[in-house]
């Protein structure tokens, strides 16, 4: 089935940046489009952004829309998510799923996620 492995979370005051990654384990995710997930304490999950094989981005947030945004290398299998003015409201578990081929099919291939914490 394979899923993905998500890193470079941590933790860092408002205003900063953060650059998440997730890379493919035991499939290939160039054949889909590929989406990033958060999930705040007692919130459910919810998808931020998504960007299809060719690159075409989907927000799926409007809390994150003009400060993150994705990016993926095919080949590399890996996906990025890039967040800038980060706020206290973005502490969340970040996950990365497929989303079928364009955005709107199943989540699957969760990884385990990645700790994002804001906070001064």
């Known amino acids: 089935q394979g899923q993905f492995v998500e890193s470079g979370g941590g933790l860092v005051q408002p205003g900063e940046s953060l650059r998440l990654a997730c890379v493919a384990s035991?499939?290939?995710?160039?054949?889909?489009?590929v989406g990033w997930w958060r999930q705040a304490p007692g919130k459910q999950r919810e998808g931020v952004l998504c960007i299809w094989n060719d690159g075409h981005r989907t927000y799926n947030s409007d809390a994150v829309e003009g400060r993150f945004t994705i990016s993926r290398v095919n080949g590399a299998k890996a996906v990025y998510l890039h967040m800038n003015n980060l706020k206290p409201e973005d502490t969340a578990v970040y996950y990365c799923?497929?989303?079928?081929?364009?955005?709107?099919?199943?989540?699957?291939?969760w990884g385990l996620g990645t700790q994002v914490t804001v906070s001064s």
């Open positions: 035991g499939f290939n995710s160039d054949y889909y489009a």
């Open positions: 799923a497929t989303e079928g081929s364009d955005c709107t099919g199943p989540a699957d291939h």
